[in-house]
């Protein structure tokens, strides 16, 4: 599933290429928006902005609407030269947005829908949100509160996969995040201090925001999907196994993590 700092990325991506600029078509190929007419609906508006929150994204244009997109484990968004090849069928695009010099291409759904402003503001799905970890100034306070509202029982890195409580942060984030921060995964929220949960969201949003403004940068992960190699830091073989409701797999260190 993409995390907090794909969308982000996407989103500058995007923003870049339609924020300001003439749309000249805007297509959606997927029968299951066949008769919802954003084509009509939103002829005419340009994007005027392009954010995300968490793993959701929102294309706002003029006139207060906006598509908001929640990639879940396949969906994907790309940004085309007019004329480059689209490195994907064009059976599995959803949405079509083109302009004199892009196409800016959303595949595989699932999550795609077109609402007014102040829905955004006040969907239930999107009002629960956490803090964003990649927010200009992150929430500590409200992280916090709801960190602790929770069963404190629960597992660390079970709670910070719940974007009730934070938004953004993803399997490969909470594994790197909690070795970065010498923090056990595996620790009950209830035993972990408040400085300790800070520390782990901290390491998870400098490497989250390099991410964004450097693809690719997690070429070299600490312990993700590194299962029986040796500790960077100690030595100790890495270990993992699934977590949570979902079995999530989780990797951390047993050794300098314990």
């Known amino acids: 599933m993409p995390e907090g700092d794909t969308i982000h990325s996407a989103a500058r991506r995007i923003g870049a290429a339609l924020v300001g600029r003439e749309i000249l078509a805007l297509e959606t190929p997927q029968p299951r928006h066949r008769y919802d007419r954003w084509p009509e609906r ?39 030269r007019r004329g480059e090849p689209w490195r994907r069928s064009p059976e ?27 829905r955004t503001r006040f969907d239930r799905r999107l009002a629960r949100l956490g803090p964003d970890v990649l927010a200009a100034e992150f929430d500590e306070e409200a992280f916090l509160r709801r960190l602790r509202a929770g069963d404190p029982r629960r ?37 972990v201090s408040d400085a300790e949960a800070l520390r782990v969201v901290a390491e998870a ?16 992960p600490a312990v993700h999907h590194r299962a029986g190699r040796p500790c960077p830091r100690c030595g100790t073989p890495i270990a993992a196994r699934g977590q949570g409701d979902d079995n999530r797999t989780t990797w951390w260190c047993p050794g300098c993590q314990a």
């Open 92 to 118: 599995r695009a959803w949405l079509v947005i083109r302009t004199a010099e892009h196409e800016v291409v959303q595949f595989d759904g699932p999550v795609l829908e077109l609402m007014t402003d102040s």
């Open 42 to 80: 939103l002829a005419g508006r340009r994007v005027r902005a392009v954010d995300a929150h968490g793993k959701h994204l929102f294309l706002r244009f003029e006139g207060g609407l906006t598509l908001h997109s929640h990639l879940r484990m396949r969906g994907s968004w790309r940004v085309y």
């Open 205 to 220: 949003r400098e490497r989250m925001r390099a991410s964004v403004e450097g693809p690719g940068y997690l070429r070299d």
């Open 155 to 191: 597992p660390l890195g079970e709670a910070l996969l719940d974007q009730t409580v934070v938004a953004g942060i993803g399997n490969i984030w909470k594994a790197e995040s909690c070795f970065h921060a010498g923090v056990d995964p595996w620790r009950p929220v209830g035993e």
